[in-house]
């Protein structure tokens, strides 16, 4: 089964499963994608969109509910905290909308506003606002990698399964180097 016939089958599963844990890297490989053909790009938003919207909602619930154990539990996570307050008293909507966009902060961010007592509407409107910008500009990014490569090197058009794998690989590469050196900076 080539990688093509793979992602055709199972990208939409992925787009759902990435966006759900911060997935940048498979959104920006799924938009490439749907430049090729193989995923429909108001798809890849629109599963975006629901993973990410649920991912933050979960995230925020569990703040809510179990924000001060969380927080004494995992120092890291009080840190964010620490790092959320004084932007949440600043600009509140500004805060919840760019939460998303910002390094360290996007599964963080929701679970600090939640122990931070941010209202349940405030938080699911703006939440929902933040992940369509998200998935739109993310997904289009990628589209728009694809037009860019077949602008500047036409030839790897006929290379997209090759083209296709490295993202997959770097996207991989990616999520698991944040990953390690999230854990690495969670350790005393």
């Known amino acids: 089964m080539s990688v093509s016939s793979l992602v055709a089958q199972y990208g939409y599963a ?25 995923l429909k ?21 569990l703040g809510r509910r179990h924000g001060p154990q969380l927080l004494a539990r995992f120092p890291k996570l009080k840190a964010q905290v620490g790092r959320v307050e004084p932007m949440l008293q600043r600009h509140p909507n500004a ?5 998303r966009f910002l390094y360290g902060l996007r599964t963080a961010g929701p679970i600090a506003l939640g122990a931070l007592g941010v209202s349940r509407a405030r938080f699911a409107l703006l939440n929902m606002l933040s992940a ?3 998935a739109v500009a ?31 690989a770097v996207a991989l590469v990616w999520t698991l180097w944040r990953r390690q050196r999230a854990r690495r900076h969670a350790q005393p």
């Open 41 to 61: 790009l108001h798809e890849v938003m629109a599963v975006a969109f629901v993973a990410s919207t649920l991912g933050d909602q979960l995230c925020f619930y």
């Open 14 to 38: 992925f787009v759902f499963v990435g966006a759900l844990a911060e997935g940048e890297s498979v959104l920006l490989a799924a938009g490439f994608a749907a430049h090729r053909g193989m």
């Open 132 to 134: 369509a910008l998200w």
């Open 95 to 99: 805060a919840i909308l760019s939460l």
């Open 138 to 168: 993310l997904s289009l990014l990628g589209y728009q990698f694809g037009h860019a490569l077949d602008r500047l090197a036409p030839q790897l058009r006929t290379a997209e399964e090759a083209v296709l794998v490295v993202l997959l």
